[in-house]
């Protein structure tokens, strides 16, 4: 048995919630947890290396500063292109339906981490 609740809960939500999703899927899961359960960036990275057919980010807000623009969100999108290899910057916003006027402020964000 496990010795805490966590080590079971949140290991069978997120197998729970890929099943109900499907390999295929591009759905989302956000944990939200307000220190409920003691979440690190290691405890994620160690569910994420037996889980290989999803991509597992992990954020904590710092309370002494401001949140960035839509925080966490645009850098995880920002790395996970990053990852990216064969993936032209363009024929990402196109595949994505970004809006025309939109795509300078995410390529200057994307190319230098400030959006201009």
């Avoid at 690190?40 to 960035?68: K, N, P, W």
């Avoid at 595949?95 to 025309?100: F, S």
Wanted: hydrophobic content about 40%; glycine content about 4%; aromatic content about 14%.
């Amino acid at each position: 048995m496990a010795e805490t609740m966590q080590e079971d809960y949140i290991p069978n939500l997120i197998d729970s919630m890929l099943l109900n999703l499907g390999v295929s899927d591009t759905g989302f899961l956000l944990i939200e947890h307000y220190n409920t359960f003691d979440l690190s960036s290691d405890y994620i990275q160690s569910l994420a290396e037996t889980r290989e057919e999803v991509c597992f980010l992990y954020h904590s807000y710092d309370i002494t500063s401001m949140s960035g623009a839509y925080e966490p969100l645009l850098e995880w999108i920002r790395e996970l292109f990053g990852r990216q290899k064969d993936v032209d910057l363009n024929e990402f916003f196109e595949t994505c339906d970004v809006y025309a006027l939109h795509r300078p402020i995410f390529q200057s964000y994307f190319e230098s981490g400030v959006a201009s």
